[in-house]
């Protein structure tokens, strides 16, 4: 089965907002409520963000929210900061033999 | 503090076998599903398996289903990943990373912790 879709790059200045999308389908994103997003700097090990769609795991910036409307999940970051530069993967659960889907990644560029 | 700590990794040529270690400290590593998922150079993130707490559930990606083994030991506090039939498409770091036990997903998309990860290189 074929990764999540999400956009290879997207970008924006300080202070403003964004939204990573993630498109999959009804056996996975539309699916279920089990889609996860994290974030990874260069040379480190990807860091929790949003779980379950839309819940934040403690000590992660409220910056950060998520939500999912038919087969696409999205994430948003709002404040844009420099530090959140990065790449963001999203994740599912799916119904197929695959069990688990990442996307593609998106690169964040603060621009 | 958790950690997670991979070590195995190196050099095998196609058709080899490596096992993989995840040493795991700082929580109560019996209690929690383990994952591995792997990430080739400069590519995005891929799952591999799953292991239950008790080791009783056990899920492998398709691409990997056969040929890897994934088993754990709690009296150790340690996750294992025996690869087998390697192929120049496995070359990529591996991570283990903990499950948190709250999630409900037949097979978690959600990890709260990640190792630093082991590079496992497959080339002749």
């Known amino acids: 089965q074929s990764a999540l879709t999400q956009p290879a790059s997207v970008s924006g200045s300080p202070g403003q907002s964004i939204t990573i999308s993630c498109t999959g389908t009804?056996?996975?994103?539309?699916?279920?409520?089990?889609v996860s997003w994290y974030q990874q700097h260069p040379g480190k090990a990807p860091k929790l963000m949003i779980f379950?769609?839309?819940n934040r795991p403690s000590g992660v910036s409220d910056r950060f929210s998520g939500s999912k409307s038919g087969n696409t999940a999205s994430l948003t970051i709002s404040g844009l900061q420099a530090e959140d530069e990065a790449d963001y993967y999203c994740?599912?659960?799916?119904?197929?033999?695959?069990?688990?889907?990442f996307g593609g990644g998106t690169k964040l560029a603060v621009l | 503090e958790v950690q997670l700590v991979e070590s195995g990794g190196g050099l095998v040529k196609p058709g080899g076998s490596l096992r993989l270690s995840c040493a795991a400290s700082?929580?109560?590593?019996?209690?929690?599903?383990m994952n591995w998922a792997r990430q080739a150079p400069g590519k995005g993130l891929e799952w591999v398996s799953s292991?239950?707490?008790?080791?009783?559930?056990?899920y492998y990606t398709d691409s990997v289903r056969g040929r890897f083994t994934t088993a754990r030991d709690n009296a150790k506090n340690s996750l294992y990943l025996q690869m087998s039939s390697l192929r120049p498409d496995d070359t990529a770091v591996y991570y283990c990373?903990?499950?948190?036990?709250?999630?409900?997903?037949?097979?978690?998309?959600?990890?709260?912790?990640w190792g630093q990860g082991t590079l496992v290189t497959v080339s002749s």
């Open positions: 990373s903990r499950v948190p036990p709250e999630q409900r997903a037949p097979v978690a998309p959600t990890t709260d912790s």
């Open positions: 700082g929580f109560t590593f019996s209690s929690y599903s």
């Open positions: 292991i239950s707490s008790d080791s009783n559930y056990i």
């Open positions: 009804s056996s996975d994103v539309g699916g279920y409520n089990y």
């Open positions: 379950d769609v839309s």
């Open positions: 994740s599912s659960y799916t119904s197929s033999s695959t069990h688990v889907l």
